[in-house]
């Protein structure tokens, strides 16, 4: 799993290549925060566009971001998820908290 | 019964992708689609990491079990922890519960293996272990 970022608009643009899962979960959760606390941003886009594999963990993931990113009045956009990420998203309900777009422009535009 | 196979594991966070890896291997025999392989991968990555988490409360040095079935177009999973076990099954199975939730559980595991496959049935003995088992149609099989 390997984990790129970069800042665009006030926006945190998260890129996930692999597997999210509990044993991945960790470090995106570190990486994450590490930028969202001291960088510029206040929104957050999850580019799911390489990311092969995602289970309830990812899930945990989301929603732990989405409370720090909503507290500070921001928005939270889940961009590029294949078919089988875009199951379990809708399973868990996230979808009521975040929007998802089909590719980064669109999700900036969200933003 | 048409095939069978059984791993131990330890519970370390490392092999809930092997166990996925394992289960796709395993499944593949039946020629499942994307969607039915992508199912069954979630849904042992679930258990597998239940097993992990609750079972055994995030020690490594414990071992998990998965045995595998196969009969005719029908495929099921058992995953096994003999760690301390669920108090209360009906409450761990509701959507959103979670006994985990200052380390970001979603509580949507058991919801998971639920929803993506036909068959699910959970055992388990205070103290002694839990044991999950589920199973699925591979529809599109060619066989």
Known sequence: MQIEYNHQK?????TIEGELDHHTAAA??????KELFS?????LIFDFGHLT??????????????????????????ACANQSVERILHLSGILKLTKVARTRGLALEMI | MDNQMEIKFLSKSE??????????????????????????????????????????????????????????????FLIHDSGKGIENIERAMEPLFTTCA???????????????????EVESTLG???????GKRILHTKR
Do not use: W
């Open chain 1, 28 to 33: 995106v959760r570190e990486t994450i925060d």
């Open chain 1, 10 to 14: 006030k926006c945190l643009i998260v």
């Open chain 1, 53 to 78: 594999f995602m289970d309830s963990s990812g899930i945990g993931v989301i929603i732990g971001r989405y409370k720090t990113v909503s507290a500070q009045g921001g928005k939270v956009v889940i």
């Open chain 2, 102 to 120: 200052e380390e970001e559980r979603s509580g949507m595991g058991f919801t998971v293996m639920e929803s993506f496959m036909d068959d699910l």
């Open chain 2, 128 to 134: 002694a272990g839990t044991t999950v088992k589920m």
């Open chain 1, 39 to 43: 960088g510029p941003a206040k929104n």
């Open chain 2, 15 to 76: 092999n809930e992708s092997f166990a996925r890896i394992v289960a796709c291997a395993f499944v593949s025999q039946l020629d499942p689609t994307t969607e039915e392989m992508a199912d069954i991968k979630t849904a042992v990555s679930e258990a597998v990491t239940n097993a992990i988490i609750h079972g055994y409360e995030g020690r490594p040095d414990c071992m998990v079990t998965m045995r595998a079935e196969m009969e005719g177009d029908y495929v099921s």
